[in-house]
């Protein structure tokens, strides 16, 4: 899903309206206009009836985002960066930097949008007698906006991923277990049983007649399924990552350089650098790592002195490179590549020496081989162009989810 067009911000979080948002608020709207004119059409004016009808819809969506910012309010609360609420044909979905760390933070979170929905259904039930003395009509949409709430906030609950209920339900397998991996797959079990069952009841609801209701259980039936598959994919890729050292990613795109060499020879290496990032130059002097050397030299100086001047007269320490040992864990080679103008780490062996590289591209690689995924030559060879991820992979929420919940 796209992340749609941002109409305005909330607490400083972007409110985005996808394109789908405009279909399901047409239907809504047609819908509710049709069932205020089986009540109210007699002694009611049919662009009224159109018109509470949009008011319906809009004001559906209002609580949609207000559940919405009861996740995102108390995400924030928790310490977590929420990056924007987007409206869609399904309602709302907020999008979170990463998971809480604690298994009651994930509890509240979950938890906080079912309760506005319930606290909202609360208010609009118990003043839709008091709107019905003002308008009839206004009464009607009033208990329908509370009765809808009250839909919202008992479906969300339902003990299946993605729902808010599965994720109660993880957080509550988490607290018992102390295993965020056992919670969301029981979870997603349950996300699934509930999916096929949608799905079925769907099918069935379609053949005795029910039209709309019926390929309404089926697509929320499928979309579930997709976001329990989208779960299992992210478990497996969170496992890969776990077992996955820097060493066995790593290349080897630095060059070595003796400490007396020209900056003539410099410029020679520099001129076979075409392709993508170019090669890191470090510098030996007899066997001994001295430090590292860049363009500067080339830049600053007159060619007529390049055949005089020596590498090792402008060094620069290997500590000014950023850095990561072979043995740890590849995820954290995410988070540093994540860092600002940090495109290659370089790969130090158990003395401290350097022993490879680790770019972006080599690293998506070897994590889509991993989990038994090949990509298009072209497609690498345009990633390592670009210094980026193959096809925008989203690795660094990934690795960010996973330091904040370390355990397997």
Not at 48 to 70: C, Q, R
Not at 254 to 259: G, K, M, N, S, T
Not at 301 to 317: A, C, N, S, T
């Amino acid at each position: 899903m796209g992340e749609g067009w941002q109409l305005l911000r909330i607490k400083g979080i972007p409110l985005r309206i996808h394109p789908s948002w405009f279909l399901i608020l047409g239907l809504a709207t047609v819908a509710f206009q049709q069932q205020y004119s089986q009540q109210f059409a007699t002694n009611t004016a049919a662009p009224l009836l159109w018109a509470v009808g949009l008011a319906t819809a809009l004001l559906l969506f209002v609580s949609v985002l207000l559940h919405e910012l009861g996740h995102s309010l108390v995400a924030l609360r928790q310490g977590v960066k929420v990056r924007s609420i987007t409206l869609f044909l399904l309602g709302g979905v907020a999008s979170v930097e990463r998971e809480c760390s604690t298994a009651m933070g994930s509890l509240l979170v979950a938890a906080a949008g079912p309760l506005v929905s319930l606290v909202l259904a609360g208010l609009l039930l118990s003043g839709s007698h008091s709107a019905s003395h003002v308008s009839p009509l206004l009464g009607a949409m009033v208990a329908e906006l509370g009765g809808l709430n009250l839909i919202l906030a008992l479906f969300n609950l339902l003990p299946g991923l993605p729902l808010d209920g599965g994720l109660i339900l993880k957080s509550l397998v988490w607290q018992c277990t102390g295993s965020q991996r056992k919670g969301i797959q029981v979870a997603l079990v349950s996300g699934r049983a509930l999916s096929l069952m949608a799905i079925g009841l769907g099918t069935l609801l379609l053949l005795r007649g029910a039209g709309v209701p019926g390929v309404w259980l089926m697509l929320l039936g499928w979309f579930g399924l997709g976001a329990a598959r989208n779960q299992s994919q992210l478990l497996s890729l969170q496992a890969v990552l776990r077992e996955l050292t820097v060493k066995d990613a790593a290349q080897r795109r630095f060059r070595v350089l003796e400490a007396n060499s020209s900056l003539r020879e410099l410029s020679r290496l520099r001129v076979d650098d075409s392709k993508g990032l170019p090669d890191w130059l470090l510098v030996c002097d007899r066997g001994r790592w001295k430090g590292f050397i860049d363009d500067a030299p080339l830049q600053s100086l007159p060619v007529q002195r390049w055949d005089q001047e020596q590498v090792g007269d402008h060094l620069k320490p290997l500590d000014q490179l950023p850095a990561i040992r072979e043995g740890a864990p590849l995820w954290e080679a995410i988070l540093q590549l994540d860092q600002p103008d940090v495109n290659r780490l370089l790969v130090l062996g158990p003395a401290g020496l350097p022993s490879g590289t680790l770019e972006r591209p080599e690293l998506a690689e070897r994590v889509l081989k991993q989990l038994g995924v090949r990509l298009p030559a072209p497609i690498l060879d345009a990633a390592r162009r670009q210094g980026v991820y193959p096809l925008g992979m989203m690795l660094p929420p990934v690795a960010r989810a996973i330091q904040s919940n370390p355990e397997p």
